[in-house]
């Protein structure tokens, strides 16, 4: 089995055999939980140091036939086990493992239930990292809608007063999503061929080992010319095909030359907007991000860590990976516009953050606020930008997990997370109060942290696009005055001045161990990655290059 199976199925499988465990030995679930995924953090590790920073294309490939279906004049279906890792996906997968490790040693606190969310924390996992390393749309797809069910019962059974909310509403909103997306995948399995499989079905090769470029210029010469047999065309959803117009159907509805439109847009830029709004649900860009205020308000501690950390993390890879690459002209006309939205959800996020009362609402808002960033950096079709809108998502990632365990510290002594409720805790917790200054300053973006870079890039990216006025990314970076103003706003509310807590003192004490072992690592990490951020740079820059030859 590769590493990358081992990544995906390895979790799979421990949550199966937590589920066929006897109740009697609940106490060994979270310890088992925390194994495996220390495991799948070593492993992913192992994958990034053995990670080639030189190379073009996908890395870590495996290939193997999954469904293959004639279906007489409409071709064959073809669809693969394929998953692959490249620079963009690199830092999303050490990011998963480090994030899912932090969030199952947060789950110590879960207290009924056990068998079942220790399972479905790990079926999260494999969910997740199948999204980050798959590399068939379908099998995108079926991981990308797989997670929607442990993320949904997580909500709605360890949630709060309002969890049933909260859970359907999250529900919906990414259901919804999903069927964007999947409407796109539909169009595209009946545009596109893959050219090497058709050469086998045709009887122009024997064997894969006989393919060359020569090959591959051929097939598509003949499926231009229209003459090769409607029957044996063996179509595809392999996301290393689909994003050459070679390999589209001369006639087909998402062809490049496409002359259908509706509302006078033509086809294949209403599908880069399909996929805009399934991944920007995700994400979540503004209008579409009122589920995350409730998923996170109502959510236990480990799932908030978790959705933050990496759940968000998908709608930008989704970009990314399926809707630049495969519709980069569509995405070029509509750069303006993404670049707005983008700017919104940043401004929007913040001033919504300045608001709150709820601290874990405010650091929800603020995470639609940084997000808002990977999408002007993606808009921006840059190398600057997309290189920092990678960097902000694993940076974000750290910083937002070490944000919510912060959160879930104090929520556990008091269960209150009102900002008026506390007042100078630095003369009572003062490695807590350390921890959140860090945690703080970094996602402000402090020179020397991480939270610095990915904003710093982001923004360069935005000011050099040639498809935005300069003026759209200036108005993004009052997001970073606003960013300081609810971050050092709170810690003078909460941690400086006179001793006052709505609650007896002694439930306010400073972190115990488990409490440091989540913490003191996420804050060190964030300020190597502020210090070196090629860790992260050497690895996405030549997958980002590879992305950019389709805009020029």
């Not at 300045?354 to 997000?371: E, G, T």
């Amino acid at each position: 089995m590769s590493v990358l199976s081992l990544l995906i199925f390895l979790p799979i499988a421990f949550s199966v055999v937590i589920l066929l465990l006897p109740e009697n030995l609940k106490g060994y679930f979270k310890w088992i939980t925390v194994g495996v995924t220390a495991v799948e953090f070593l492993l992913s590790i192992w994958v990034y140091l053995q990670f080639d920073q030189h190379t073009e294309g996908f890395q870590f490939l495996v290939q193997k036939d999954w469904i293959t279906l004639p279906l007489g004049s409409l071709g064959v279906a073809s669809i693969d086990y394929l998953i692959g890792v490249d620079g963009i996906s690199m830092p999303m997968i050490l990011l998963t493992g480090l994030v899912m490790f932090i969030g199952s040693i947060s789950s110590f606190e879960i207290g009924q239930k056990e068998k079942a969310y220790y399972a479905l924390y790990l079926l999260l996992t494999g969910s997740v990292i199948g999204c980050f390393v798959a590399l068939d749309m379908f099998l995108f797809y079926l991981f990308f809608e797989f997670m929607l069910l442990p993320m949904y019962f997580l909500i709605g059974i360890w949630g709060g007063p309002r969890k049933e909310y909260a859970s359907i509403k999250f529900f919906i909103y990414t259901l919804v999503g999903s069927l964007f997306i999947l409407v796109v995948m539909i169009g595209l399995y009946l545009s596109a061929i893959d050219p090497v499989e058709t050469a086998l079905q045709t009887g122009l090769i024997s064997e894969l080992e006989q393919v060359t470029p020569n090959l591959i210029s051929e097939i598509q010469r003949l499926l231009a010319e229209g003459r090769l047999p409607s029957e044996q065309l063996v179509h595809t959803f392999d996301l290393r095909f689909l994003p050459d117009p070679n390999n589209f159907l001369p006639e087909s509805w998402l062809h490049i030359f496409s002359n259908i439109s509706i509302g006078g847009m033509g086809l294949r830029s209403w599908a880069f907007i399909f996929l805009l709004i399934g991944f920007g649900i995700k994400l979540p860009a503004v209008p579409v991000h009122t589920w995350l205020p409730d998923a996170h308000v109502e959510a236990p501690t480990p799932v908030s860590v978790v959705l933050a950390g990496i759940l968000l993390k998908i709608g930008g890879y989704g970009l990314l990976r399926i809707a630049y690459p495969i519709f980069p002209e569509a995405a070029s006309e509509l750069a303006f516009v993404i670049a707005i939205v983008g700017v919104i959800s940043i401004l929007y996020g913040a001033y919504n953050a300045l608001a709150m009362n709820d601290l874990k609402k405010l650091i929800a808002y603020s995470s639609v606020s940084h997000m808002g960033f990977v999408l002007l950096g993606i808009a921006s079709l840059t190398n600057e930008g997309i290189n920092g809108a990678v960097f902000q998502m694993f940076s974000h990632g750290i910083l937002s997990a070490m944000l919510f365990v912060l959160v879930g510290v104090l929520y556990s002594r008091t269960h209150d997370r009102r900002i008026n409720s506390y007042q100078g805790l630095a003369s009572k917790m003062p490695v807590y109060t350390a921890l959140t200054a860090i945690a703080f300053f970094a996602s402000l973006g402090l020179p020397a942290f991480s939270g610095f870079i990915g904003e710093f890039f982001t923004l360069i990216g935005g000011f050099n696009s040639l498809y935005f006025p300069k003026w759209v990314t200036g108005l993004g970076v009052l997001g970073l005055v606003l960013g300081a103003g609810y971050f050092l706003w709170t810690l003078q509310r909460m941690f400086f001045g006179k001793y006052w807590s709505r609650y007896e003192e002694s439930l306010l004490l400073d972190l115990n161990t488990r409490e440091k072992i989540m913490l003191l690592p996420l804050a060190i990490l964030a300020l190597i990655f502020g210090i070196f951020p090629n860790l992260v740079f050497d690895v996405s820059n030549q997958a980002v290059n590879e992305l950019m030859k389709l805009f020029i």
